[in-house]
Nanobody, 122 residues
Framework: QAQLVESGGGLVQAGGSLRLSCGAS????????MGWFRQAPGKEREFVAT????????YYTDSVKGRFTISRDNAKNTVYLQMNSLKPEDTGVYYC???????????????WGQGTQVTVSS
């Protein structure tokens, strides 16, 4: 049974950094594109970043470009999200997801983690 488990969330001051990790089990990790999504209180879940199966291609939503970096280690079955220069508007629950396609749409992803809370104080 496929499982994704996020970690690394927490409380940080504006301008600070966090590194999220998402470990995968029960699936052939290298066959899946991986994505990060987030959901702020009272808002819909939104796309943050995605990375191709090999890690050779990445794509970000405009609001995080230049501040966030998605990467993966297929040998460790893990995808990462390095978040720098954090802003209060980055606050939310961050989810990793695995899918067959390198897409920004959540419906393109088949597997989801339980989420990790990121809170950025001003």
């Amino acid at each position: 049974q496929a499982q994704l488990v996020e970690s690394g969330g927490g409380l940080v001051q504006a301008g600070g950094s966090l590194r999220l990790s998402c470990g995968a089990s029960g699936l052939t990790f290298s066959r899946y594109a991986m994505g990060w999504f987030r959901q702020a209180p009272g808002k819909e879940r939104e796309f943050v970043a995605t990375i191709s199966r090999s890690g050779g291609s990445t794509y970000y939503t405009d609001s995080v470009k230049g501040r966030f970096t998605i990467s993966r280690d297929n040998a460790k079955n893990t995808v990462y999200l390095q978040m720098n220069s954090l802003k209060p508007e980055d606050t939310g629950v961050y989810y990793c997801a695995g899918g067959n396609s390198f897409y920004t749409l959540s419906r393109a992803y088949d597997y989801w983690g339980q989420g990790t809370q990121v809170t950025v104080s001003s």
